[in-house]
C-alpha cells in the first residue's frame, strides 16, 4: 500500500479515537458548545489556530500567492496581522459577557445584548448559510488534493472525507473538537515548516526565488501585480479579512470556552504569533510553487498548486506527511464549522425560538441531526465546484461580515445602542452585502461598486445603527447591568 495511504489511515483512526474519547466526556449542553468553559490558553491557542488554518490557506493561497505573486502580502497577510490585534483587544470582554450572561454561542450574545428574538433568528439564518459557503470552501479543497495526490475521484474525495468531518463532530462537540485541533494544529504546523525548509533549497533560498520570479514575470515581485489590481480593490479584500477574524463565529466560541478573559488573551496572543510565522512560511512556499510551476497553463485550475507541487517534487514519505497535515488543516475547522452549526440550530433556532422547555437530550438530537444534514446539503455543493476557492472566501466574508459588524462593535463598547437600532444595522448590512455581491456576480454593477462588499456594507450599517438608536427608546437597565 502506497505510504500515502497508510499514513493518512493512521491519522483517521487518531482522531476518530479522540473523538470517542470526547464522546464519553460530553455530559451537558455547556460540554458540547464549549467544552465546559474549561478550555486554556494552550489548548485555546491551538483550536483557535487549527479553526483559523484551511483549506483556503493550503489551497486557496497558496494558489492565489502562485497566481498573482507578492500580491498576497497586503491582502491576507497584513489582513490577518491587523484581525489578530483587533481580535485580542475584543476577545477578554467577550469571555466575560458570556460568562456573566451563560452565553452558549455568539448568538445568544447579540441575542440577549439587544433583548431581540428577532435579531437571534436573523443572525443564525446568515451564520448557517455563512458557514455552508465554508464548508464547501473545505470540501473542495479536500477534494481538489486527494484526487491530485491520492489519485481519488473528486466526487468520491468529497463524500468520503464528508462523513468523516461529520462523524467525529458528532461524537462529542467542542471536547472532541478542542482536542482534536491541538493535534492537528501540531501536525500541519510542522508540516508547513518542513515544507518551507525542503522547498526553499529547490529554487536556490529566497534571493535566487525573487530573480526567477522577476525573470518569469516581474509582476510577481509587485504587490498590486503590476498594477493589475487597484490598492481600493485590494484594500476592501484586506478590510474583509480583518473585520472577518473578530466576527468569526468560531473564533468567538473559542473566547467563550476559556476559562477566563486571561486565558482568552493569551489564547490569542500565542495563537496569532505561531501563525504569522506559519503564514510567512505559507508566502515562500506559494512563491517557490510559481518558481517550479512557471507555466499559468500547466495547471488544470489555479487550486491545484500547492497539491502538484507536492506530488511532482517532493519525496513519497515526505508527501505523505504533508498530505495528512493538510487534512488536518482541513478537517480541524470543518469541524468547528459543523459544531458552529449544530450549534446555531438547536440553541438559538430550536430551543430558544421553538421550544423552550425541550430537553438537553432532546437538543442534543436537534444539533446532531443538523449536523449530518447541513453536511450532506455542504457536500452536495461542494460536487458543483462553482468557482476557485479564494474567490468562494470572499462570500463567506460578506455573510460574516456584513449583518454583524454594527451589532458587535456598538453592541460591545456602546450602551446607548437599541434594539430597533441593531436590527436596522443588522438587515441593513446584510442587504446591502448581498446587493452588491449579487450585482458583482450579474457583471452589472458600476465601477463604483466593484470593490469588495463589506467596504459599503459595514460603515452604511454602522452610521444606520447609530441613527436610529439616537431616534429610539433605549433599553431598560435590566437588560443593560450584566452587559456593561
Known sequence: MDIKWVLFIIYILVILGVGYWGYTKTKTLADFYLAGRKINKWIGAATFGATFVSAITFVGWVGFGWQFGTAIIPVYIVGCLLGFVV????????????????????????????DSSFIRV???????????????????GTGILFEIILGIPFATAVVILGVIYAAYTLLGGMKSVA??????FSVFVVATIVAFAYVLPLVGGLGAMNASLADIDVSLLSLNFGGAFSWLWIFGIFFSIVVVIPLHY????????????REARGMIGMGSAVLMIFYL????IALSTRVLIPDVAALPEVDAAFPTLVLDFFPRLLGGFILVALAAAVMSTTDSVLLQIGSNAANDIYNKSISPD???????????????????????LALTKPAAIWTIYNFFTVFLVCPYAAMFFLGLYWKRATKMGAIVGAVSGGAIGILVLW??????????LSYHATLYAVPISMILMVIVSYKTKPLPERVLKSWF
Open 87 to 114: 481580535w485580542a483587544l475584543v476577545a477578554p470582554k467577550i469571555n466575560i459577557l458570556a460568562h456573566r450572561n451563560a452565553a452558549n454561542t455568539p448568538t445568544d450574545f447579540y441575542a440577549g445584548r439587544f
Open 122 to 140: 436573523y443572525a443564525s439564518g446568515f451564520t448557517i448559510v455563512g458557514f455552508i459557503i465554508y464548508l464547501v470552501i473545505q470540501l473542495i
Open 179 to 184: 482536542w482534536t485541533d491541538a493535534i492537528q
Open 250 to 261: 468560531g473564533y468567538i466560541s473559542r473566547a467563550m470556552a476559556c476559562k477566563s478573559p
Open 281 to 284: 512560511a505559507i508566502v515562500v
Open 358 to 380: 425541550a430537553s438537553p437530550k432532546r437538543i442534543f438530537a436537534v444539533a446532531r441531526a443538523a449536523i449530518i444534514v447541513f453536511a450532506v446539503v455542504a457536500i452536495l
Open 439 to 448: 450585482l458583482q456576480l450579474a457583471g452589472v454593477a458600476p465601477a463604483w
